[in-house]
């Protein structure tokens, strides 16, 4: 269950760091409102906190958490861009994620 409860931290935290990168896209990019900034720096905030609750080493935890930032980026290309991920996408993902198990889940002597 430990392995369940880190890949759940680690997909909201994903989640918390997109939606606080997106919504200032928002406003950059597509015009919309400044007004984003303020919920855009809330789940930043949110994102770097959510990372310090894993207790393992830091650096560890930031290496394994890319792979799932990746699946996560692509699930977004899909949800809210509207863009069907690719095979290439897909398989992408699927390795980010097994390096992210191999980084977290590897048996270790200390």
């Known amino acids: ?4 409860k880190t890949v ?5 935290t ?7 990168c997106y919504l200032p896209y928002l406003w950059l990019r597509e015009g ?9 720096v809330l789940s930043l905030a949110a994102f770097a906190w959510l990372l310090s609750l894993h207790p393992t080493a830091a ?3 930031y ?5 799932v930032y990746i699946f996560m980026a692509i699930l ?7 863009i069907r991920p690719s095979a290439w996408d897909l398989v992408g993902s699927a390795v980010a994620l097994v390096g992210m198990a191999i980084i977290m ?3 270790r002597t200390t």
Do not use: N
Request: net charge negative.
């Open 32 to 40: 919309k409102t400044i007004w984003l900034l303020v919920p855009g």
């Open 14 to 20: 994903a989640l918390a760091e997109i939606v606080g």
């Open 1 to 4: 269950m430990p392995e369940l």
């Open 8 to 12: 759940g931290l680690f997909l909201v």
């Open 63 to 67: 290496a394994a958490y890319g792979g």
């Open 76 to 82: 977004w290309l899909w949800a809210v861009d509207g």
């Open 105 to 107: 889940f590897a048996p």
């Open 59 to 61: 650096g560890r935890v």
